[in-house]
């Protein structure tokens, strides 16, 4: 099946600790995103990439950090500069090169600082 | 002014309604507009996009666009108890898309009654 995966489901970090989250697609698309959601609150774009080995920060970049050395995998960092970070992770793909701007979701990440 | 702007309710329907889901945008030039569905603790899930002005059907779901106005709506015909969740209005705007990024508004809560 084609399709998103984020992992882990749930994760917890401790004061002061980096944790990467991972997302993998099998859907060939080009462009692959992360956005953070917080209670009650719409999606705010951290990261974005259109490309392999390229990215660009979007509205909320500070305390995270990026890698794509893989079409397939987008992983996000949170890094201890990060002061608020418990929220919800969603990794997002899509195909804008063919005007397909639709984003499909994987199932998100739940990250709480203990 | 925020860019994308959903009136966060909650929106009470009784069961067999037409529920009303309105957004507006601040970006004349945006080109594309996206509905997701999104039940608590789960992902988003694309239910309809729209590009160009007027109604698109889908089932019981009609997005309408009204790019002079700036605003696009949501209407979900027979309203079931299973349509209960949080909407959220995405448009891509204008320069964005190359890039497929998408700007949320905070999501509309619908709450069909039995």
């Known amino acids: 099946d084609g399709g998103i995966t984020q992992s882990p489901k749930y994760l917890f970090r401790k004061e002061g600790q980096n944790v990467t989250l991972s997302c993998e697609q099998n859907l060939n698309h080009d462009a692959m995103y992360w956005y953070r959601q917080d209670p009650g609150q719409g999606l705010r774009l951290i990261y974005y990439?259109?490309?392999?080995?390229?990215?660009q920060k979007g509205d909320i970049a500070e305390g995270y950090s990026v890698s794509r050395e893989k079409k397939e995998s987008f992983p996000l960092t949170v890094t201890s500069a990060q002061k608020n970070p418990t929220a919800f992770y969603l990794c997002?793909?899509?195909?804008?090169?063919?005007?397909?701007?639709?984003?499909?979701f994987g199932q998100g990440t739940r990250l709480t600082v203990v | 002014q925020k860019e994308v702007e959903q009136n966060s309710g909650p929106l009470s329907v009784p069961e067999g309604a037409i529920a009303s889901l309105n957004c507006t945008y601040s970006d004349r030039g945006s080109q594309s507009f996206f509905w997701y569905r999104q039940y608590s603790g789960k992902s988003p899930e694309l239910i309809m996009f729209?590009?160009?002005?007027g109604d698109k059907e889908d089932g019981r779901f009609t997005a309408q666009l009204n790019k002079a106005s700036q605003y696009v709506s949501l209407l979900i015909r027979d309203s079931q108890p299973s349509d209960s969740a949080t909407y959220l209005c995405a448009v891509n705007m204008r320069g964005s898309s190359n890039t497929g990024k998408l700007i949320f508004g905070q999501g509309t809560t619908l709450q069909v009654k039995p």
């Open positions: 990439s259109q490309i392999v080995n390229d990215f």
């Open positions: 729209i590009y160009s002005n």
């Open positions: 997002a793909s899509s195909t804008p090169r063919t005007g397909n701007t639709e984003a499909f």
